[in-house]
């Protein structure tokens, strides 16, 4: 399944990499990767790289956590519709409160293939 | 159909729409099973002992019964008959945990630990594993179309 | 405040996050072994903690040999660009994903949890809080301490 530009949110380098080339095992071919290390600098990324679409993002970030980035993401008709995946050591309650977010999908780190390719599975 | 067992420390890779691949008894032990969609190879392999610096001499004679010498033998060999990333799968199977006093750590924990590093350093994924416990498992896998069936006791399933 | 814990609880789900991430993120395995105090002088060379809010209010601090992180390193990055940069970044990770993984062990995957950042430690000055429990670990011949303690300062 072809992605297009993948979009990479966590302020740990560690975390980047693991996710790319849990995506990368699972088989997709993205068009490439871009990363960004909060929400803040997600925004950013997005405005000067309209090719991406698919964001993948932790929770806990300094300047902008992933809460913010996301509900500022989904309010915006531009960036509305870009499919976003969490990626987060904490899995807060029921996942409600993510998924309302408008989050296809939440992944409980540790990342792996596997995890990867169910949460991708909702993406058209 | 022909039913080609695998021993411990053993490993093929088959194109074949004619043979089962077969393996028993896998204790501590794992099998790692890795298979191409589109040109339908599928190798297998059944590991023994995670790191061959216990000994050297049987990692010459018999490479397939560690994790480090036989798994990339065995992804090399993928290689060479044309299996390539995105269109590989690969499964875990094994390694349950052995509760011996004597033993300084358990070795079917050691042996998925070990496998999952070489499969990550071949930038290689595990899609699905059936893995730890204490039951001793059966495997059969079919090249015609990478079906894998475990077994233990009466039961059977699939991954 | 803290409620009252049962240590025995908090040391097996402790155990089984130190274990389990350490597989499942740093493909090395990690054995446990019996608490040595005597060790509380030995070369932890990295010192890294990571503070809970909820469901509790604790720290979780790994130690280890500079060696064990390189090791880690080396598994996730081989000769990967970059590896050397970001050597220090990959055990606060570790720790991070460790802190989720024992708290919804502990508590149950409906708790609602929450962390600060995880930081490297680089004195004890006096603030250290009251060890609940200790854990040592060998991680294929190279020691691991995981300390959860209460905090003495919250705000």
């Not at chain 1, 902008?64 to 989904?74: A, E, Y």
């Not at chain 2, 216990?54 to 044309?82: C, H, N, Q, W």
């Amino acid at each position: 399944m072809d992605l297009g530009e993948v979009l990479i949110v966590d302020d740990s380098f560690t975390s980047r990499m693991i996710i790319q080339r849990c995506i990368e095992m699972a088989g997709f071919v993205v068009g490439g990767f871009r990363y960004a290390e909060n929400g803040l600098d997600a925004i950013a990324e997005i405005r000067e790289h309209p090719l991406i679409s698919v964001i993948v993002t932790d929770i806990n970030m300094p300047k902008m956590d992933g809460q913010t980035f996301l509900r500022l993401l989904k309010a915006d008709p531009a960036t509305a519709s870009i499919p976003a995946i969490i990626v987060s050591s904490v899995v807060e309650g029921s996942n409600s409160e993510l998924h309302s977010l408008g989050a296809l999908a939440v992944i409980k780190k540790p990342v792996s293939p596997a995890k990867i390719l169910e949460a991708f599975g909702g993406i058209a | 159909m022909i039913r080609r067992t695998i021993g411990i420390g053993e490993w093929v890779v088959s194109d074949r729409s004619d043979e089962l691949l077969e393996t028993f008894a896998l204790g501590s032990c794992v099998a790692v099973l890795i298979y191409d969609v589109k040109i339908r190879v599928l190798g297998m392999i059944h590991i023994a002992l995670p790191d061959s610096a216990i000994d050297k001499a049987r990692s010459v004679s018999l490479p397939g019964y560690f994790a480090d010498t036989g798994l990339p033998l065995m992804i090399e060999e993928m290689k060479k008959k044309g299996a390539a990333k995105p269109n590989i799968w690969v499964k875990l199977v094994g390694g349950a945990s052995v509760m011996d006093p004597g033993l300084l750590f358990d070795i079917g924990r050691r042996n998925i630990v070990a496998a999952k590093r070489i499969l990550w350093r071949s930038s290689l994924g595990i899609t699905a594993e059936d893995t730890g416990g204490q039951i001793s498992r059966t495997v059969k896998a079919d090249p015609s179309d990478g079906g894998i069936t475990i077994s233990t006791g009466g039961e059977t399933w699939c991954i | 405040m803290n409620e009252s814990l049962d240590t025995t609880r908090i040391e097996a789900s402790l155990s089984r996050a130190v274990r389990d991430v350490m597989a499942e993120m740093a493909f090395i395995d990690a054995e446990p072994r019996i608490h040595d105090p005597a060790e509380a002088g030995a070369s932890w060379e990295s010192r890294v903690a990571i503070d809970a809010l909820k469901p509790i209010s604790c720290r979780l601090e790994l130690r280890s040999p500079a060696s064990l992180i390189a090791r880690i390193v080396d598994i996730l990055f081989g000769d990967e660009a970059g590896a050397d940069r970001n050597q220090g970044d990959s055990i606060l990770e570790i720790l991070n994903v460790m802190a989720g993984s024992f708290l919804a062990d502990y508590y149950g995957p409906g708790a609602e949890i929450k962390l600060e950042l995880p930081q490297y430690v680089y004195s004890s000055d006096g603030e250290e809080g009251e060890a609940i429990a200790v854990l040592d670990f060998d991680v294929e011949g190279l020691p691991l301490r995981a300390t959860l303690s209460s905090i003495r300062y919250r705000y």
